[in-house]
């Protein structure tokens, strides 16, 4: 009797395997979203009860502003704030000299191209996939990123903004590039901002960044870099 319910057991397992094998996933890193026309539609989330139990946050720009940049600070999230492209691009360049960047890592996107492209060093383009090893031998990883919430002071990475889970976790340094037109209010109004983007479509990864990695978990001392990058650096252009 108990190997029947085993046997049963074990014939759902693989038959559930077989069933999700039969649709496509793209490769980690990369940009093959045939699978989606085969992803359900989402229902549109309904967030507005959960703000009651998050901290309020103002409507207008300068307050959402102030907050953003006081969360960056108290988690040690560099940032600068820069007026032109040329700007960006000299920030970017102060960077890879003052940390001696031999080898970075990126994803494309409209403000990443033109200062990659103004950087003289080995360069890996993440956009169909990559090795791991590869990533942990770069000094930085540069991406953009969907949205900054005020609220956190968390940056909101998918893998069609930021590339793959492993651009923003393996190399030692994270920089990426944003608009604070990109800044949104609280964390349901970055799911309601991923909804309205992608319906149905979703990324094939969604994450929350919040600081560099750290953790407390020994003598509750804080250690920077425990599970991904040591630093975090935001720079923004201004629109």
């Known amino acids: 009797?108990?190997?029947?319910?085993?046997?049963?057991?074990?014939?759902?397992?693989?038959?559930?395997?077989?069933?999700?094998?039969?649709?496509?996933?793209?490769?980690?890193?990369?940009?093959?979203?045939?699978?989606?026309?085969?992803?359900?539609?989402?229902?549109?989330p309904e967030l507005?009860?959960?703000?009651q139990w998050l901290p309020k946050v103002e409507n207008d720009f300068n307050s959402q502003w102030s907050l953003v940049t006081k969360s960056f600070n108290a988690l040690k999230t560099d940032f600068g704030l820069l007026d032109s492209p040329t700007q960006l691009i000299d920030f970017v360049q102060e960077l890879q000299r003052s940390e001696n960047w031999k080898r970075i890592a990126f994803h494309r996107g409209a403000l990443v191209t033109p200062v990659v492209d103004s950087l003289q060093t080995e360069k890996i383009e993440i956009k169909s996939g990559y090795d791991c090893q590869d990533l942990e031998k770069c000094e930085v990883g540069i991406t953009e990123c969907d949205a900054i919430i005020a609220q956190t002071g968390s940056i909101l990475i998918t893998s069609r903004s930021a590339g793959g889970r492993g651009l923003s976790a393996l190399p030692p340094h994270h920089l990426i590039l944003a608009r604070p037109s990109q800044?949104?209010?609280?964390?349901?109004?970055?799911y309601e901002l991923l909804y309205q983007r992608y319906g149905k479509d979703y990324p094939s990864m969604i994450s929350f960044i919040t600081g560099p990695s750290r953790t407390g978990d020994i003598e509750r001392i804080v250690v920077l870099g425990a599970h991904g990058p040591k630093k975090l650096t935001v720079a923004l252009l201004k629109d």
């Open 1 to 44: 009797m108990e190997a029947t319910v085993m046997n049963d057991s074990k014939d759902l397992i693989l038959r559930r395997i077989r069933e999700a094998l039969k649709t496509p996933a793209p490769v980690p890193g990369g940009h093959d979203y045939s699978h989606a026309e085969t992803t359900p539609s989402r229902p549109k």
């Open 48 to 51: 507005d009860n959960f703000r």
């Open 183 to 190: 800044m949104v209010s609280d964390l349901p109004a970055a």
